[in-house]
């Protein structure tokens, strides 16, 4: 047991760090192409293998959509979230769009309440508001607007994933995996390419090994990602996608010879922290939960009957 769950938290090490590689990409080909031409090449460069495994498997039936409109809302927030964290990397380090992007678990817990009726107790709600102000210490207008306007950008890429993975919770009761994502990749691309297309600029010559990468890098980094939390409980990976901030000021550092601000480290340590905890209060109560239900299925004529737990 604990071999296999170290051995999960190895893989999704590297799954982050392979994420990290692929944001370095994006950041260099943001460097000579507009964010939302960025973005339909990360969708179209990964779409073939997407649908790789289905084709090789037979599985065309998984891909039959449901729920077209939850679908093409995912599409639409997809749009937002690589066209604001691109931009977002366009302008600021990795680390700096790290710091902002990591909200995303916290405002997923905050907007839960409101769309999907689940409840927060008190000290989640202050690990919430405590990591909201780490992001109000990084979003502090600066002297340069660029740096507000790139760490806004990533707010607001945030927020879509957030409203985003909300949004897989309701599609996955009718559509399987593999139709959510490759009608979000593919509505993404299809969005991003028609918003784009009046002002294309043409791929140059040395920018294909790049994209060649970009696809290969999304495969594997998607393999490691699914791997890792198939090998473990969510709550014991989970936490392990905060490394991103590590691997961002590693890459910054080694490419683009560049550190956070001392403001970006104080105000991402606090959503990492306040992220860390919601984590572990969240598992902490679903624990409780399970031992209340065992308790109470045991109850009457001396049966122990074993609960029956969704995981």
Same mark, same amino acid.
């Given at each position: 047991m604990r071999e296999g769950r170290l051995r999960a938290i190895a893989i999704m090490i590297a799954a982050v760090a392979v994420f990290s590689l692929m944001d370095g990409i994006l950041k260099l080909l943001a460097a000579h192409y507009p964010p939302m031409q960025v973005a339909a090449l990360r969708g179209a460069t990964s779409l073939p293998f997407t649908l790789l495994p289905v084709l090789l498997g037979g599985r065309w039936r998984e891909l039959r959509p449901r729920r077209w409109p939850m679908h093409l809302l995912r599409g639409l927030l997809s749009v937002v979230v690589l066209g604001g964290f691109i931009y977002a990397v366009r302008v600021l380090s990795l680390a700096n769009a790290y710091? #902002? $992007?990591?909200?995303?678990?916290?405002? #997923?817990?905050?907007?839960s309440v409101p769309l999907l009726g689940e409840r927060v107790d008190r000290r989640n709600w202050v690990a919430i508001l405590v990591g909201l102000a780490g992001v109000l210490t990084m979003l502090r207008p600066s002297a340069s607007g660029l740096s507000t306007?790139?760490?806004?950008?990533?707010?607001?890429? @945030? =927020?879509?994933?957030?409203?985003?993975?909300?949004? &897989?919770? &309701?599609?996955?009761? =009718?559509?399987?995996?593999?139709? &959510?994502? $490759? /009608? =979000?990749?593919?509505?993404? =691309?299809? $969005?991003?390419?028609?918003? !784009?297309?009046?002002? /294309? #600029?043409?791929?140059?010559h040395d920018h294909w090994k790049w994209l060649l990468g970009l696809g290969l890098l999304a495969a594997t980094a998607q393999y490691l990602l699914t791997e890792a939390f198939r090998s473990a409980p969510p709550s014991v990976v989970t936490p392990f996608e905060y490394?991103?901030?590590? /691997?961002? #000021?590693?890459?910054?550092?080694?490419?683009w010879h560049v550190l956070p601000s001392a403001?970006?480290?104080?105000?991402?340590?606090? &959503?990492?922290? !306040?992220?860390?905890?919601?984590? /572990?209060?969240?598992?902490?109560?679903?624990?409780?939960?399970?031992?209340?239900r065992a308790v109470a @299925?045991?109850?009457?004529?001396?049966q122990n009957v074993a609960p029956t737990v969704d995981r």
């Open positions: 710091a #902002v $992007f990591l909200s995303a678990p916290l405002l #997923v817990a905050a907007l306007l790139g760490a806004l950008a990533a707010l607001a890429g @945030a =927020t879509a994933y957030a409203l985003s993975a909300i949004a &897989v919770r &309701v599609l996955t009761r =009718t559509d399987t995996t593999v139709s &959510v994502v $490759f /009608w =979000t990749v593919g509505l993404m =691309t299809l $969005f991003t390419t028609a918003v !784009s297309a009046p002002g /294309w #600029v043409p791929i140059g490394t991103a901030l590590l /691997w961002g #000021v590693a890459i910054d550092r080694v490419v403001r970006v480290c104080l105000g991402g340590g606090i &959503v990492i922290v !306040s992220g860390l905890y919601l984590i /572990w209060h969240q598992r902490r109560q679903s624990e409780g939960g399970i031992r209340a @299925a045991s109850d009457g004529e001396g």
